[in-house]
C-alpha cells in the first residue's frame, strides 16, 4: 500500500489551473488535494492550518506525509511515482523526512536543496543535517514530503516570526535525534516565478534579525559545547 500524501497549495485568489492539473496528474485514489486561502503568506506558520484543511480533508491525520506548494507552483507529473520509490527503500528506524530538489527561475536558475549533496560541505551526502541546516544555503521546504505529525507540530515552527520560517523548521527536524532529513534528488517541483524567497521588499536589517532568529537556538547550543569541549 502506498503512503497518503495530503497536498496542500496556499495562496490567494483561487487555485492556478497549472497548479491543479499537476498535482490531478499525481493523486492516487488514497491522496487529496486541498487549496487554502492564506493571506499571510510569508509568515510561513503552516500549523495553523490545520483547522481550515480539516474542513475539507475531515482529518488530517488520516494522511501519511503532507506535500506543500505555493499556488502558481507545478509539480513533476511524476512525484509521488518518485516519492513511492523513495520511501519504500527507507529504514523504519528513523521517521524520513524526504526533501527533494526543487527548481526556481527568477533572474537566474536555482536549483534548491541541491547542497545536501555538495561533498565540501555536507557530513553525509544526502542528508540534511544540523550543521549543514545552520547554513542554510538554499533550503526550502516546499515539495517535500513531510509526515503528518511534523508538519502540523507547533514545536517546529516560532510564532511570530515574520520570516524564514522555513529554515527554523527545518532545523528545528535535522536537530532531533528521531527525524532524518533525506534527499530526493530529482526535480519534483517547479517553484512559482513570483514567490520571492529574496524578501526584497525588506531591508537588511529586517533580513538580518529574522535570519538570526531562525537559527539562534541551535547556533547558541554548538557554541555552549564547543566552548564547554575546550
Same mark, same amino acid.
Given at each position: 500500500m502506498?503512503?497518503?500524501?495530503? &497536498?496542500?497549495?496556499?495562496?490567494t485568489?483561487?487555485?492556478?489551473?497549472?497548479?491543479?492539473?499537476s498535482?490531478?496528474?499525481?493523486?492516487?485514489?488514497?491522496?487529496?488535494?486541498?487549496?487554502v486561502k492564506y493571506?499571510?503568506?510569508?509568515?510561513?506558520?503552516?500549523?495553523?492550518l490545520?483547522d481550515?484543511?480539516?474542513?475539507?480533508?475531515?482529518?488530517v491525520?488520516?494522511?501519511?506525509?503532507?506535500?506543500?506548494?505555493p499556488?502558481?507552483s507545478?509539480?513533476?507529473?511524476?512525484a509521488?511515482?518518485?516519492?513511492?520509490e523513495?520511501?519504500? #527503500?527507507?529504514s523504519?528506524e528513523f521517521? #524520513?523526512?524526504?526533501?527533494p530538489?526543487? &527548481?526556481?527561475?527568477t533572474?537566474?536558475?536555482?536549483?534548491l /536543496?541541491?547542497?545536501?549533496?555538495?561533498?565540501?560541505?555536507a557530513?553525509?551526502?544526502?542528508?540534511l543535517?544540523?550543521d549543514?541546516?545552520?547554513?542554510?544555503?538554499?533550503?526550502?521546504m516546499?515539495?517535500a514530503?513531510i509526515?503528518?505529525?511534523i508538519?502540523?507540530?507547533? /514545536?517546529?515552527?516560532?510564532?511570530?516570526?515574520?520570516?524564514y520560517?522555513?529554515?527554523?523548521?527545518? /532545523?528545528?527536524?535535522?536537530?532531533?535525534?528521531?527525524?532524518?532529513?533525506?534527499s530526493?534528488?530529482?526535480?519534483?517541483l517547479?517553484?512559482?516565478?513570483?514567490?520571492? &524567497?529574496?524578501?526584497?521588499?525588506?531591508?537588511?536589517?529586517?533580513?538580518?534579525?529574522?535570519?538570526t532568529?531562525?537559527?539562534?537556538?541551535?547556533?547558541?547550543?554548538?557554541?555552549?559545547?564547543?566552548v564547554?569541549?575546550?
Amino acid at each position: 500500500m502506498s503512503n497518503r500524501v495530503l &497536498f496542500i497549495v496556499t495562496g490567494t485568489g483561487k487555485i492556478d489551473e497549472k497548479t491543479k492539473k499537476s498535482l490531478d496528474a499525481n493523486l492516487d485514489k488514497e491522496d487529496a488535494k486541498v487549496f487554502v486561502k492564506y493571506g499571510d503568506i510569508q509568515s510561513e506558520e503552516y500549523y495553523t492550518l490545520k483547522d481550515e484543511v480539516n474542513k475539507i480533508v475531515n482529518d488530517v491525520n488520516n494522511f501519511d506525509y503532507v506535500c506543500l506548494l505555493p499556488n502558481g507552483s507545478e509539480l513533476n507529473s511524476s512525484a509521488k511515482q518518485i516519492f513511492n520509490e523513495y520511501v519504500s #527503500n527507507r529504514s523504519e528506524e528513523f521517521v #524520513n523526512v524526504f526533501l527533494p530538489f526543487v &527548481f526556481y527561475k527568477t533572474d537566474i536558475v536555482t536549483v534548491l /536543496n541541491k547542497h545536501l549533496w555538495n561533498s565540501m560541505i555536507a557530513s553525509v551526502p544526502g542528508v540534511l543535517d544540523i550543521d549543514l541546516a545552520l547554513k542554510q544555503i538554499d533550503s526550502t521546504m516546499f515539495g517535500a514530503f513531510i509526515p503528518t505529525g511534523i508538519f502540523f507540530d507547533e /514545536n517546529n515552527y516560532k510564532p511570530g516570526m515574520k520570516y524564514y520560517q522555513q529554515y527554523f523548521f527545518l /532545523n528545528s527536524i535535522a536537530s532531533s535525534d528521531d527525524y532524518v532529513i533525506t534527499s530526493i534528488p530529482k526535480i519534483i517541483l517547479n517553484v512559482a516565478d513570483e514567490w520571492d &524567497f529574496k524578501f526584497s521588499a525588506i531591508n537588511n536589517e529586517e533580513k538580518v534579525k529574522y535570519f538570526t532568529m531562525a537559527r539562534e537556538n541551535w547556533a547558541e547550543d554548538k557554541q555552549t559545547t564547543t566552548v564547554e569541549s575546550n
